[in-house]
């Protein structure tokens, strides 16, 4: 069993920095990705990492603002998000890809999710 625990979420000022934590309980590989789901809207890929070889997948719209990040040895992923505007406001969910076999970009491509912390951005 696959268990995975996200932190790091917080009420911020736009133009700020967060720095999201996930930690995997359990297997760890293939892939991991950040989603995130503004209010009313549908899950969106925001980036992915693999486990093996550290390559980075990130959605356009925050391409050059956020920084996906993995430390093997603590089996832990980071989404640094720097720059925040306000249409990043959304729950932010890790998941987990235990086979990477390509695809990263939709919810279906993984196997395990978190919880979900939520990330407010203001002004």
């Known amino acids: 069993q696959v268990q995975l625990v996200e932190s790091g979420g917080g009420l911020v000022q736009a133009g700020e920095s967060l720095k999201l934590s996930c930690v995997v309980s359990?297997?760890?590989?293939?892939?991991m990705g950040w989603f995130r789901q503004p209010p009313g809207k549908d899950r969106e890929f925001v980036a992915a990492?693999?486990?093996?070889?550290?390559?980075?997948f990130y959605a356009d719209s925050v391409k050059g603002r956020f920084t996906i990040s993995r430390d093997n040895a603590k089996s832990t992923v980071y989404l640094q998000m720097n720059s925040l505007e306000r249409e990043d406001t959304a729950v932010y969910y890790c998941?987990?890809?235990?086979?990477?076999?390509?695809?990263?970009?939709?919810?279906?491509?993984?196997?395990?999710w978190g919880q979900g912390t939520q990330v407010t951005v203001t002004g």
């Open positions: 998941a987990a890809d235990l086979n990477y076999s390509g695809g990263l970009y939709w919810p279906t491509d993984y196997d395990y």
């Open positions: 359990g297997r760890a590989s293939g892939a």
């Open positions: 990492i693999t486990w093996s070889g550290g390559t980075t």
